[in-house]
């Protein structure tokens, strides 16, 4: 592994001609009002371990800029996120080494619940090995030259993370190869929504890492039955953010820190990044802000999103909409139309325009004659931000040829409508246009059209017959089952549903004595989509595993002989309660109390003293189990749960220990020809 950081190293020279320096992530940013509150999420509370090395054990590996990263980070999340610093875990140079991370997410893992919310956040040194199709790593502090062993592979991280308990887990990579840590080399792999019946494969868009994200592929083949896609659906849902591809590296400069971070987090905390208006900025919003910006500022960088839950975003930073501010736009000549962040205003300058909300927003000036004036607009609550444009005359214009099948198309060029196809327009300012044919009965066909100074553009266009709904056909084994769309009756199986609106419905199969078959259907327009299920029968009985000490012992159930000896299972019990009894010659009969569970077997060990005999026995069982049990400091050579047999009547000392939980020690009284039951639940 002599040459494990050579392209590491190759882009570290690159950088020092481009006057910047390749590393993992950082931004800079001032401060802002804190939110009140929980904001990743609307319920459980909110984790973070940010990590951050720009000072390594090898000093030639040290980064520039990297030392601002994980400060940026945790003040973005308590004050524009509404984090509680308690719960904020950061690891930075020499306390960032593999073990202290592992440690730290142990941690976790004790304290966060099933409906919180981790962030794992590093910044740092990244590569994959051998180059795009090997292995990933991450390098803590501790990271040697020669060797893998102290660096973070992508499925040990996986491993790490997959035991704590949330609901919902961000992971924001920012290193060089950072795509490496999703990204498998073999395989092809996709999300539950994206799972159609008779698909073996998926496009290289869909390729979902077999170390992150929620995956059900069985031999390079995508499952297709309900119950494999209900194990792939199972434990945390992933929302990954990365700095860049496979290949390529993460740039960042010595004065404020990485240009991704600084743009997701410069994202999270505007609110004209909030696509949906939902008055909440994504970890997704924020990523679609920063991605562009990343690649502007370096061509050779290509930000990476991975969704384990496309249904739903990632909530961060929830704003007030009543946090507004004025723009005052005036230009030179006036009469410019006003677009703001891609939106026709209505006004023309000079204008004012009121009640925009603070952050920052794009705005562009446009006037018949005179080049676009493009500039960016920060707005402070309760302030006034101007803009005075000095409009430039534009020299050039080129024409578009425009054609449709059919014809009679409205023509809609820039917003404005220019006449029905065929037609010629001329005297269009050069430069990139919006185009939108429009016709009665069909689909809007929209286009981006280039004009070229003294040439003509054709566009040629086919137009679709717009439709709105599908159908689906439903099947099932056995049939008769009744059919529930989005929670109305639908008859029953076999049938065939149509003028079902296009897009994604919920599918339940219903019949006595069977489970509920639930599904997700997509209905596209004009198509017909097929369901066909095997419904599961269920089950109404469980079993019993009945073992003594000694064995040989005659097994009665509810009073009555099985006919069978222990060690026995016996099967086919009805679920609710029962009484197992086991009886041998020359020991005291022996019984106890269970509750059998429908298609579940519960065990029953049973100890049998001999007649006149003078010790008794243990009973030792702890939660969780496997835990070695010592009788007065020996170690008996078993794990929990077990019997201990003739033990001298009297006082002894039963001690429990289990790797990762605290030692357990308790005095037990044992009388003659008796069990005493010791029950513990071991703490971490």
Known sequence: MNNKKILIFTIFL??????????????????????????????????????????????????????YDVPHMRDMLINDCGYSSS???????????????????????????????????????GYVYPSYYGTSYLEPYDSAQDSVSYDISSSELKQWLDVIPCRNVLVIIDACEAE??????????????????????????????Q?????????????????????????????????????????????????????????IKTPSADTNSDNWVSAEEAFTYASPLTTWKHYDQNPVLYDGDPSNDLLMNHYSPLTVGIISAGSSPSGARIYLDGTDTGFNTPATLNSISAGIHTLVLKKSGYNDYPASVTVTSGQTSSISATLTVQQTTGSINIKSTPTGATIVLDGVSKGT??????????????????????????????????????????????????SINIKSTPTGATIILDGVSKGTTPATLSGIPAGIHTLVLKKSGYNDYPASVTITSGQTSSISATLTAQQTTGSISVSSGPSGAAVYLDGKSTGLKSPATLTGISAGGHTVSCSMSGYTDASQGVTVTAGQTVDVVLNLQATGTTTG????????????????????????????????????????????????????????????????????
């Open 211 to 267: 170390n992150f994200l929620g995956q059900f592929e069985i031999t390079d083949r995508v499952a297709l039955s309900s119950s494999e896609q209900q194990k792939g659906l199972a434990g945390n849902q992933y929302v990954a953010l990365v700095s860049c591809r496979s290949g390529e590296g993460s740039w960042t400069n010595a004065v404020s820190g990485s240009w991704f971070t600084t743009y997701l987090a410069e994202g």
């Open 180 to 209: 490496g840590m999703l990204k498998a080399g073999t395989k092809e792999l996709v999300t539950a929504s994206q799972v159609q019946a008779g698909r073996d494969t998926a496009s290289e868009s869909d390729r979902f890492s």
């Open 617 to 684: 026995s243990i009973y030792v069982t702890s939660l969780p189990s496997k835990a070695l049990v010592y009788l007065d400091g020996k170690y008996l050579g078993v794990y929990s749960p077990t019997i201990i047999n003739k033990v001298a009547a009297g006082t002894h000392t039963i001690r429990l220990t289990k790797y990762g939980y605290k030692d357990y020690t308790q005095s037990v009284m044992v009388s003659s020809g008796t069990t005493t039951t010791v029950s513990v639940t071991l703490t971490r």
């Open 87 to 125: 719960r904020i875990t950061t690891l930075q140079d020499s306390k960032a080494t593999k073990g202290a991370i592992r440690s730290a997410l142990i941690q976790m893992s004790s304290r966060a619940g099933k409906d919180d919310t981790l962030v794992f956040y590093f910044s740092g040194h």
């Open 14 to 67: 690159v950088s020092l001609l481009m006057a910047g320096t390749v590393s993992a992530t950082g931004s800079y940013y001032g401060n802002v009002a804190a939110v009140n509150g929980e904001s990743v999420k609307s319920s459980g509370v909110t984790y973070a371990l940010l990590v951050g090395v720009s000072t390594y054990k090898d000093p030639s590996n040290n980064l520039e800029g990297v030392q």
């Open 421 to 470: 196809t065929p037609a010629t327009l001329s005297g269009i300012p050069a430069g990139i246009h919006t185009l939108v044919l429009k016709k009665s009965g069909y689909n809007d066909y929209p286009a981006s059209v280039t004009i070229t100074s003294g040439q003509t553009s054709s566009i040629s266009a086919t137009l679709t017959v717009h439709q709105t709904t599908g």
